[in-house]
Nanobody
Framework: VQLQASGGGLVQAGGSVRLSCAAS????????MGWFRQPPGKEREFVAAIRWSGGFTYYADSVKGRFTISRDNAKNTVYLQMNSLKPEDTAVYYC??????????????????WGPGTQVTVSS
């Protein structure tokens, strides 16, 4: 599976950015796609995830109400719409695919495939 994220960049606080992650290669009958981020000098952290079948979504408390994860089945693409951005949202954002159980989707170890990451910088 190959993942390619795009849409990062520099944005002012309060602004919006939409990230995209296109998946190609091997397909699976049941999986979860997630977004993680890694702020400078910090550990990688869970942002949001979506079950490909059924579309159930999951969010970190820090982004709930501001970020929305969605998918386009036909394009094998997942999106992360980020609104009301804050300087603390500055990070490299990664998309990933999990073939594991739901209890693991909030942890990097629960994912099998990762994209290369895209930088999002929020200026104050």
């Amino acid at each position: 599976v190959q993942l390619q994220a795009s849409g990062g960049g520099l944005v002012q606080a309060g602004g919006s950015v939409r990230l995209s992650c296109a998946a190609s290669g091997r397909t699976f009958s049941s999986y979860t796609m997630g977004w993680f981020r890694q702020p400078p000098g910090k550990e990688r952290e869970f942002v949001a995830a979506i079950r490909w079948s059924g579309g159930f979504t999951y969010y970190a408390d820090s982004v709930k109400g501001r970020f929305t994860i969605s998918r386009d089945n036909a394009k094998n693409t997942v999106y992360l719409q980020m609104n009301s951005l804050k300087p603390e949202d500055t990070a490299v954002y990664y998309c990933a695919v999990s073939l594991g159980v739901l209890s693991s989707i909030r942890f990097p170890s629960g994912y099998n495939y990762w994209g290369p990451g895209t930088q999002v910088t929020v200026s104050s």
